[in-house]
């Protein structure tokens, strides 16, 4: 997994019998008196399980609802992997990628 963005940590969770991976941004971009950086354009890689492929990419920046966003995909070093750009995230979001 790559980032562009030095203040937000991704980590990955994958469920196999859902055919799911959940990418999970926590925005580290916060004052000590509490104020919240706006953080947008993020680019982000994830590299897919052997032999799957993104069927569908959606992305809550507020954990309410969940929205379509536009995926790319490669092959890098014989891997599948998706880049996505969060447009802006809050605090802690969530990128819920459905695999096939």
Do not use: C
């Amino acid at each position: 997994m790559r980032s562009d963005h030095p203040f937000v940590e991704f980590s990955t969770m994958y469920n196999a019998v859902q055919q799911e991976m959940l990418l999970h941004a926590v925005d580290y971009d916060v004052s000590i008196d509490g104020e919240v950086g706006e953080t947008s354009g993020v680019r982000v890689q994830v590299a897919l399980p052997p032999g799957k492929r993104a069927a569908d990419v959606r992305y809550s920046g507020d954990l309410r609802s969940f929205r379509n966003v536009p995926a790319e995909t490669a092959s890098i070093d014989g891997r599948t992997v998706v880049t996505v750009e969060l447009d802006s995230l809050g605090i802690y979001s969530l990128v819920r990628i459905q695999l096939e």
